[in-house]
């Protein structure tokens, strides 16, 4: 923590310092009194903006974001489609109406 307010530099409205191999520049976040904009660069490049002050890993992670696997859309992987007939229903056609509840006692009387 010492070493990153000692290569703080103060300009007007703008704070610059370092975190690892980052350089962090905080300014005053438009539309805001109080909130700063943590702009993250490296090597000149910025890699992208905070609204809270980063962490080297933060950084890391605007660095080199992880994979996101691709998106199932519902539709097409849930279709249960209407049921044929004659098909056991999904409580085991047991006689019960109403929703079935997993917590309950198998066999009370609701009110």
């Given amino acids: 923590m010492a070493k990153q307010q000692?290569?703080?530099?103060?300009?007007?409205?703008?704070?610059?310092f370092k975190i690892g191999k980052y350089d962090?520049?905080?300014?005053?976040?438009?539309?805001?009194?109080h909130m700063l904009r943590y702009t993250v660069m490296l090597n000149g490049k910025r890699l992208g903006a905070l609204l809270?002050?980063?962490?080297?890993s933060d950084c890391r992670f605007l660095e080199a974001p992880p994979k996101v696997p691709p998106l199932k859309i519902f539709?097409?992987?849930y279709r249960p489609g209407r049921?044929?007939?004659?098909?056991?229903?999904?409580?085991?056609?047991?006689?019960?109406?109403?929703?079935?509840i997993p917590?309950?006692?198998?066999g009370q009387q609701r009110y």
């Avoid at 809270?52 to 080297?56: C, D, G, H, L, N």
């Avoid at 049921?83 to 079935?100: C, D, I, L, R």
Wanted: proline content about 10%.
């Fill in 103 to 106: 917590w309950s006692i198998k």
């Fill in 75 to 77: 539709q097409v992987t």
């Fill in 24 to 33: 962090i520049i905080a300014q005053p976040a438009s539309g805001s009194a």
């Fill in 6 to 16: 000692a290569s703080e530099k103060t300009t007007s409205d703008r704070r610059q």
């Fill in 83 to 100: 049921p044929k007939k004659n098909a056991a229903g999904p409580n085991g056609e047991n006689g019960e109406s109403g929703p079935t």
């Fill in 52 to 56: 809270s002050v980063p962490t080297e």
